[in-house]
């Protein structure tokens, strides 16, 4: 089982950016694909974006696409979420994700994170 720790999460003006970072511990990072989620409240959490073991495919939600980066440093066991012209819909607890089988879906990912709340005015 992998062990993740969001950070990186706060509160920001729209039009501002924000980076998201997901440490991993406990087991071999680098096997495995990564995922972003977010949950707002009242709402579902929702698939921000993915990325494979080796970071070479990347896949994202419409809602971001273009203004999200995801990206993993597997020598650094971290994974990150470059978010920029962040807008107040995208206020929410943003959790970090390790696969245990392939695929974007929620139910793809087996080990999450704490989560960390991004909070973005207008």
């Known amino acids: 089982q992998v062990q993740l720790v969001e950070s990186g999460g706060g509160l920001v003006q729209a039009g501002g950016s924000l980076r998201l970072s997901c440490a991993a511990s406990g087991r071999t990072f680098s096997s495995y694909g990564m995922g972003w989620f977010r949950q707002a409240p009242g709402k579902e959490r929702e698939f921000v974006a993915a990325i494979s073991w080796s970071g070479g495919s990347t896949s994202y939600a419409d809602s971001v696409k273009g203004r999200f980066t995801i990206s993993r440093n597997n020598a650094k066991n971290t994974m990150y979420l470059q978010m920029n012209s962040l807008k107040p819909e995208d206020t929410a607890v943003y959790y970090c994700?390790?696969?245990?089988?392939?695929?974007?879906?929620?139910?793809?990912?087996?080990?999450w994170g704490q989560g960390t709340q991004v909070t973005v005015s207008s």
């Open positions: 994700a390790a696969n245990n089988r392939p695929g974007s879906s929620i139910n793809a990912f087996g080990s």
